[in-house]
């Protein structure tokens, strides 16, 4: 992250110092000061011209150095520069340098945000996923009486309970990943949008740093299938992953999404609960032509501890092949928005064979979190009181 700032930094300064020099033509036009430099002709008109270039080339380093500048400043920074370049050539040729920089910025800028970049396809997932038509409800303490004790608990403590029902959640989250337990730390923010019910939808965007390069990384799974997409510089696709495998190892994601991140969106999901002890159970998750299964662990409130699975598969460098392997997501801490506890520190963990082992691939924190009101799944009808053991709900 630390050589990313550099470079952006870097990039700024030279883009900052080529519109300054943009005003000595301003100066000389207008007859301020003698500019010896500039040996060519410039009148006032042609001054003028150079001094709202000038301030446009500036513009730019000012939108770059807070972090969002549309691909359009830039190219049209270059395009004027250059013809003003063009007119004193003979004292100003070495601007085009800066200029095919100030290009470079604007490729950049819209492979980054245009229509093809992997931000507009996350934006339009997350507009199709919000657009569905989503119906109030509410999850009274009947919906959850047929529960196991320790996911009452849960959902109790989770202010899930006699609250409007949740269909989903958005979020933005701040983290660190790596590729094995030797590989470098990459920094990274997200954005994440999952909305559940007969087709839950999960949309993640990440932001990442890879040796001082940015990476996209855009995770979407929806209609039961999943795909995963990596670009280097938001230009070179690195993993193009999708199928079978990927689909289910997503499938665990949106399970574990449902008890970390939004556990209203529990009651009446497609789960069938296990009781396994005092403060244990087992989630069998069903969607479509994949069913998985997870282990959950809470405290004596009713707090969730860790998400244990075996049924997630960890894809290679290349997204393009899957090994099944143990996976975890133990919580750190929680935090509250609105009277609703979720996950606020959280990590993921491979339980991987030798020499590997187990380690921390993910590190994460939840910065900003809002559920999405409605009703994801049919509640259940109240039951008729009977003592409290396994069930199937959904």
């Not at 920089?101 to 997350?126: E, K």
């Not at 244990?308 to 290349?318: F, Q, T």
Request: hydrophobic letters at 50%.
């Amino acid at each position: 992250m630390l050589l990313r700032r550099v470079i952006r930094w870097v990039v700024v300064v030279i883009i900052a110092l080529h519109g300054l020099l943009h005003l000595l033509g301003a100066v000389k036009g207008f007859g301020w000061a003698a500019v010896p430099a500039l040996t060519a002709d410039i009148g006032p008109l042609l001054g003028f011209a150079w001094l709202c270039v000038g301030l446009l080339v500036l513009a730019v380093a000012v939108l770059l150095a807070q972090g969002d500048c549309p691909w359009w400043v830039p190219l049209s920074a270059a395009l004027l520069s250059q013809v003003l370049v063009v007119s004193a050539w003979q004292d100003a040729r070495a601007g085009t340098v800066v200029n095919v920089l100030l290009l470079a910025v604007a490729g950049h800028a819209w492979a980054r945000t245009g229509p093809r970049s992997l931000r507009a396809d996350y934006a339009r997932h997350v507009e199709a996923a919000l657009s569905a038509p989503r119906h109030p409800a509410f999850v009274a303490e009947g919906h959850v009486a047929d529960l196991p004790e320790p996911v009452i608990r849960f959902l109790r403590q989770a202010g899930a309970v006699d609250r409007p029902a949740v269909v989903g959640f958005r979020a933005s989250i701040h983290g660190r990943i790596r590729g094995g337990p030797t590989k470098p730390w990459m920094p990274f923010i997200g954005e994440q949008v999952n909305v559940y019910g007969a087709d839950p939808c999960r949309i993640f965007f990440m932001d990442a740093t890879m040796l001082g390069l940015p990476v996209d990384v855009l995770h979407v799974f929806t209609r039961g299938a999943a795909t995963m997409r990596v670009r280097l510089a938001s230009v070179v696709p690195i993993v193009e992953g999708a199928g079978p495998e990927m689909d289910r190892a997503e499938t665990v994601t949106v399970l574990n999404d449902l008890c970390l991140l939004v556990p209203a969106a529990l009651v009446g999901a497609p789960i069938s609960w296990a009781s396994t002890g005092a403060d244990t159970v087992t989630a069998t998750f069903s969607l479509r032509r994949q069913t998985v299964t997870a282990d959950l662990r809470f405290d004596a409130v009713g707090r969730l501890v860790d998400f244990v699975s075996g049924d997630r598969l960890r894809s290679s460098a290349d997204g393009r092949t899957f090994t099944r392997m143990g996976w975890s997501t133990p919580v750190r801490s929680e935090r509250e928005w609105d009277g609703r506890r979720v996950c606020g520190v959280g990590e993921a963990r491979w339980h991987a064979p030798e020499p590997e082992g187990s380690f921390t691939y993910l590190e994460f924190v939840v910065d900003e979190w809002a559920p999405i009101e409605g009703e994801a799944w049919a509640l259940p009808d109240p039951p008729s009181p009977r003592e409290p053991g396994s069930s199937t709900l959904g």
